[in-house]
Every structure is written in structure tokens, then in C-alpha cells.
């Protein structure tokens, strides 16, 4: 029951960074939209702790065409399992 | 009604976009209902904190004024990000309002303490 | 559970407005409710009865309409982004002289406090910009 | 010189559209023509007639609308940004089995082509975004 | 009507804004009125270029199958920034059509030959 | 009779980058609206040559409050000034 963070726009706005100067211990991320490019970003993701979840949505990585590009940490999801992050997570911060 | 604590994340500089006074907007609606109000800037948001601000020649409201008001409103608790003015080369010299300046790890436990997170 | 969502940009420009509408459906089909739609700042457009789109496109704001009024959704523009961008009902219309309106019936105008009144009483707040 | 000045954002949301504003108005005043006025994407909604700004804040659809009738110039709205915004004159409020009209008199809906024409036959082409 | 030279510089990723498909209407434009077209992908515009986009489950129009008609539109020359992929981890292999790599010099000289830049 | 770049955004979009990778010999730039930031940034500015010129519209710079920490390198216009900049140069492209 802690805190998703979702990050909607993509590597060039620097979000990431912004969204780790308060990212808790244990709270989790959810790239939409543009944001799902930093899935294919191994070396800017490297940046977050291990133990964070990071959750991509499987339309907008389709849509882009980086299906083959994303990384092994990331959680491809749906807007079904979207929706149930959002009820698993107290809060809900986003970044855009 | 019950009352619960939002924190504002005012991250927008002032006058390029509208970000900056949607997020204080909101933040008086916040006050005027009541409610316990964390804001603070983050990134280039504590460009809106400088001093000396005067928009009449872009005929726009003078940002830095309305922020100068916060208190009027009951929002006593205001922040600002140290790396982020760091960054930018400010110190709290350059700044019009009385801003706590807060390091990252600060500024987690104050977001982990709020009901509600506005981010802007 | 009890959701309110916030869209902060108009509908053809961002994804946002885009992916709020799926979002939407998403809690509809798997039986939450929507406590408040709030369009807020460029997100007004999205309550536009006016908006015509190309046949190749969807037209997101019939999409909302069809969506609220399907639902019975509470859905709100906020006034003051609203009316400095030409969305208005009849009070604003006759209250400005102008000779129509341009929200979808499925929409209200109201004020922020309707904001912070969604914030107190949703199980959950997302923002969608 | 021969200007003409693109606009792509809209009013209230983002500066550019009054930097326009004030950079046409400058033109004017230094005796240069100003070619065309291209209102693009969301830029459109500074033809909007429907603006209704607050007290304290500039209405910079009407302003545009003065300066535009005042010295009868070109101005012209994308016809496919503008009709996806809801900015319709007649002809496209009719088409589309509409009741009103949302755009400024002194403005009218144009396609692309003015855009190219725009590029080929002013000295100075300047984007505002 | 007189034949100029425009180049498109195309700098934002698809979808997540309408900005890509802007610069491309654009540029079908010039090349219907028979101008001399360039197309530079640059920054996340590079994005655009990957093979397999599939925009069908967030209802849009794919980009990608609209940049592979540029050359039916008379649309040859088409660049992409090679410091812009690299950075992105993008190599000619992940794109979808025939574009010409090029390095900030060739880049820039492209530029100065144009008459008229529209950077979107 | 070269080219004038225009600037529109904050030092947080990276614009002077972009526009850095296509600046060419004795091209000049003007800082407007967010973009006035850049004029406060000396270790940012200090990637163009020297030979260049760099402007700032006045306005904006008097808006933000940052006329006390604009360094050197940077010329004040109007908007007069602006105009008159565009006519100079025989291309303009603008950075927003």
C-alpha cells in the first residue's frame, strides 16, 4: 500500500530524474504514454534501485513499436492491471 | 467535512505556461476549504519564487505577488527543493517569500505524510 | 473503489485526454465507480460539443459525452479555464452576451471546489496531462 | 518587409500567443506588412470568438480580433486543426449539422496550401509555439 | 510559383503528442505544391522512424505507415540524426524506412541551404 | 545575413543542445519567453563560441526578475529590437 508513480513523458523532459529526488523507499513506477521509451532505457533506468517495480503499459509500447527494446525489469501490463496498480497503491502521483 | 493534507508540487516556471498559477489556484481552493497545505517547488518551479518579478510588459499578472498572498490563505508551509535551486544558482537571497528550503530526503517525508499529491 | 480523474490537456494535441477516456472504460468495465470526471486548464476542450473530427480519427469529446451521459457520470469543467477558452453553457453564454453554447449537455461547469471535494472523497485521484 | 507569423499554441496555456501578439503589433507599428496570419493546431484558438476572459486578465482572442480588423489582415485558421478544436465558421458549422459559429469574423479557415504560400511569399516566416 | 527549399526538422516523439504528425502534414503539403523537400528526424523525432509501430490499441493512425509513403509524395530526402539515434540505442537496422544517417555537420550544412526550417 | 535561432523554453528542455547540434559558423541566438533562463546560465551559455551573438528579450527577462543575474555575453533587446533582428538575418528558426 504504497505509492505509484507515473511518468508520461519521454527521456528528453527528464521526469525520471525529478520523480527520484522523492522517490520513497519501496514505491513503484508505471511509464505511460511517451514515458514508455524510458523502458527501452536500460542505462537511465540503472538509476533506480533494484527492488522498485517498474510496470510499462503494453498499448503505448506497442503503439511505438519498442516491444523488442525493453528491458528485463520491466513489467509489461495492460490497462486492466493499470487500474488494479491504482487500487493497490494508496496514493498515486503523476508526472507529466 | 474531513480534512486531509495536500502537498502542491509546483514544478513549471511562471508566465511560459499557465502550470505555475493552475497550481496555486488550486492550492487556495485547497485553503479556502479548509484543508492542511504542504506547497513546494520543485525543478524550474522556484523560478516563480524570485524576487523583483514584474510582468506588466507581457501584460500578465505579476506571479511573484500572488505567492507573497500564500499566507493570507493559511499556507504557512512552504518549500523549496535545495538541489533544484542549487542548479539554477539561487540562494534564498534571491527569494521574494519566506521558503523553507528542504533537502530530497526532507521533502520524501513530507510527500509520505500527505493524503493527496498535486503535481504541476 | 472510488475514482476521480483529472485531465489537464485538450483532446488531438496529447495522448493524455486519450488515455483517460480508456482508463475510464477500464473502471467502468471492472465495476468502480467514477466519483468525478474534472476537466481542468486545456482539458475543458474535452466537454466540447463542437469538436468535429476527420473520419479516419476519434472524436474524443463525443466519446466523453457518449461515455458520461451512458454512465451518468459527474462531470465538470472547471469555470474558470472554461470560459477564457470558449467553452460555456447557457448561464455563462447569456451571462457574457454571447449567442451560444459550446459544452456537451453531459458536462457541467463548476468551481474548484469541486476539485478539492473530489480529492477529500475519492479512494483514489489520477491525473491525467 | 513581408512577414508572416505562425502561431501554434493556444491562448491562456502557454506565452507565444502573446508574443505574437506583441510582435504583430510591433510590425505594424515599424510599417512592415505582415502577409498572413496562420493559426496552427491548437494555435486555432486564438480565432475563437466564444474567449471570455477574466476581469483582471488579457482577452487575447479579441485582442487578435482587433488588430486583425483594424488593419484587415490575412488570417487564416488550419481547416484541419481548427474543426477538431470546434472552431467552425459557417460553412463548417453548416457541414457538420451545427447550430453556431465559433470562429472570429476577421478570421477565416484555410487549408495548408496558405501555409505554403505563406513560406513561399513573405521575406519572414516566424513561429510562435 | 516559385520553388523554394524547405526543411522539416521533425523533433518529437509519436503519439504522446500531435507534434510528429503536424510536421509531417506539413511537409505532404509543400511536396503537393511541389517544392523542394527536405525531412530531418532529430531528438525523440528519431522515435518515429522505428519499424513495427502498431498505434491500433490507443486508436490512432500509425505514424510509421504514413512516413513510408514520403517518397509517393515526391519526399526522397529523408535524414535522421546520428548522434540522436545513438544516444536512443537505435541503429539503421531498427528503422523503417530508407533514411540517410547524418553527423551534425552534413546536418548543418542541409540547413544552410534551405530557405525556409520549419522545427516542430 | 546568416541565421537567427530563437530559444523559447527553460534550460530544462535541453533546447540549446538541440539547436547546438545544427548551429552553424556566426549564426546568432535570442533568448525569449522560458528561454530567458538560458541568459542567467553562464556555465550553459559558455558551450556556444564567443563569436556568436546572443540576445534576450527584455520583457521577458523584467517579468521573471532575473535582470540582476544575466551575464555578460547577453544583449538586452525590445521587441522593436527583435523585429528589427528578424529583418537582419535572412532565416529564422525558431526553438519551442
Same mark, same amino acid.
Given at each position: 500500500?504504497?505509492?505509484?508513480?507515473?511518468?508520461?513523458?519521454?527521456?528528453?523532459?527528464?521526469?525520471?530524474?525529478?520523480?527520484?529526488?522523492?522517490?520513497?523507499?519501496?514505491?513503484?513506477?508505471?511509464?505511460? $504514454?511517451? =514515458?514508455?521509451?524510458?523502458?527501452?532505457?536500460?542505462?537511465?533506468?540503472?538509476?533506480?534501485? !533494484?527492488?522498485? +517495480?517498474?510496470?510499462?503499459?503494453? $498499448?503505448? *509500447?506497442?503503439?511505438?513499436?519498442?516491444? =523488442?527494446?525493453?528491458?528485463?525489469?520491466?513489467?509489461?501490463? /495492460?490497462?486492466? +492491471?493499470?487500474?488494479?496498480?491504482?487500487?493497490?497503491?494508496?496514493?498515486?502521483?503523476?508526472?507529466? | 467535512?474531513?480534512?486531509?493534507?495536500?502537498?502542491?508540487?509546483?514544478?513549471?516556471?511562471? &508566465?511560459?505556461?499557465?502550470?505555475?498559477?493552475?497550481?496555486?489556484?488550486?492550492?487556495?481552493?485547497?485553503?479556502?476549504?479548509?484543508?492542511?497545505?504542504? &506547497?513546494?517547488?520543485?525543478?524550474?518551479?522556484?523560478?516563480?519564487?524570485?524576487? #523583483?518579478?514584474?510582468?506588466?510588459?507581457? $501584460?500578465?499578472?505579476?506571479?511573484?505577488?500572488?505567492?507573497?498572498?500564500?499566507?493570507?490563505?493559511?499556507?504557512?508551509?512552504?518549500?523549496?527543493?535545495?538541489?533544484?535551486?542549487?542548479?539554477?544558482?539561487?540562494?534564498?537571497?534571491?527569494?521574494?517569500?519566506?521558503?523553507?528550503?528542504? =533537502?530530497?530526503?526532507?521533502?520524501? /517525508?513530507?510527500?509520505?505524510?500527505?493524503?493527496?499529491?498535486?503535481?504541476? | 473503489?472510488?475514482?476521480?480523474?483529472?485531465?489537464?490537456?485538450?483532446?488531438?494535441?496529447?495522448?493524455? /485526454?486519450?488515455?483517460?477516456?480508456?482508463? %475510464? +472504460?477500464?473502471?467502468?468495465?471492472?465495476?468502480?465507480?467514477?466519483?468525478?470526471?474534472?476537466?481542468?486548464?486545456?482539458?475543458?476542450?474535452?466537454?466540447?460539443?463542437?469538436?468535429?473530427?476527420?473520419?479516419?480519427?476519434?472524436?474524443?469529446? %463525443?466519446?466523453?459525452?457518449?461515455?458520461?451521459?451512458? &454512465?451518468?457520470?459527474?462531470?465538470?469543467?472547471?469555470?474558470?479555464?472554461?470560459? +477564457?477558452?470558449?467553452?460555456?453553457?447557457?448561464?455563462?453564454? %447569456?451571462?457574457?452576451?454571447?449567442?451560444?453554447?459550446?459544452?456537451?449537455?453531459?458536462?457541467?461547469? !463548476? =468551481?474548484?471546489?469541486?476539485?478539492?471535494?473530489?480529492? *477529500?472523497? /475519492? #479512494?483514489?485521484?489520477?491525473?491525467?496531462?
Amino acid at each position: 500500500m504504497s505509492t505509484l508513480h507515473t511518468i508520461a513523458k519521454s527521456p528528453t523532459s527528464n521526469l525520471l530524474e525529478s520523480c527520484r529526488q522523492l522517490l520513497g523507499q519501496n514505491e513503484n513506477l508505471l511509464f505511460i $504514454e511517451d =514515458g514508455v521509451y524510458y523502458a527501452s532505457r536500460e542505462d537511465l533506468l540503472a538509476t533506480i534501485p !533494484g527492488k522498485r +517495480k517498474l510496470y510499462a503499459l503494453r $498499448e503505448d *509500447i506497442l503503439a511505438r513499436g519498442i516491444q =523488442g527494446k525493453i528491458t528485463d525489469r520491466i513489467e509489461l501490463v /495492460s490497462m486492466h +492491471k493499470f487500474v488494479e496498480l491504482c487500487c493497490e497503491h494508496k496514493k498515486i502521483i503523476n508526472w507529466f | 467535512m474531513k480534512k486531509q493534507t495536500f502537498t502542491f508540487i509546483s514544478r513549471a516556471a511562471p &508566465y511560459g505556461s499557465n502550470r505555475a498559477q493552475l497550481c496555486l489556484d488550486a492550492a487556495f481552493a485547497a485553503a479556502v476549504f479548509e484543508q492542511k497545505v504542504n &506547497y513546494l517547488f520543485m525543478g524550474d518551479g522556484v523560478y516563480q519564487l524570485l524576487a #523583483d518579478q514584474d510582468a506588466e510588459d507581457i $501584460e500578465t499578472k505579476t506571479l511573484g505577488r500572488a505567492l507573497e498572498t500564500l499566507d493570507l490563505y493559511g499556507i504557512e508551509n512552504v518549500y523549496a527543493l535545495e538541489a533544484d535551486l542549487k542548479e539554477r544558482n539561487l540562494s534564498d537571497k534571491d527569494l521574494l517569500a519566506r521558503v523553507e528550503i528542504l =533537502g530530497n530526503d526532507a521533502a520524501k /517525508s513530507l510527500i509520505a505524510k500527505s493524503d493527496r499529491v498535486i503535481n504541476l | 473503489m472510488k475514482f476521480t480523474l483529472v485531465i489537464y490537456t485538450a483532446p488531438f494535441s496529447h495522448e493524455a /485526454s486519450s488515455t483517460a477516456l480508456r482508463f %475510464a +472504460k477500464t473502471l467502468i468495465d471492472e465495476g468502480h465507480e467514477i466519483y468525478r470526471l474534472f476537466f481542468f486548464s486545456d482539458g475543458v476542450h474535452n466537454t466540447s460539443r463542437m469538436a468535429v473530427a476527420a473520419q479516419d480519427e476519434v472524436n474524443i469529446p %463525443a466519446q466523453w459525452h457518449d461515455l458520461i451521459s451512458r &454512465y451518468e457520470l459527474d462531470s465538470v469543467a472547471c469555470v474558470s479555464s472554461a470560459i +477564457k477558452r470558449g467553452i460555456l453553457d447557457e448561464k455563462e453564454s %447569456a451571462r457574457h452576451e454571447l449567442d451560444a453554447t459550446t459544452i456537451h449537455s453531459s458536462s457541467e461547469i !463548476g =468551481g474548484l471546489g469541486q476539485f478539492i471535494d473530489a480529492n *477529500i472523497n /475519492s #479512494d483514489r485521484i489520477i491525473s491525467f496531462g
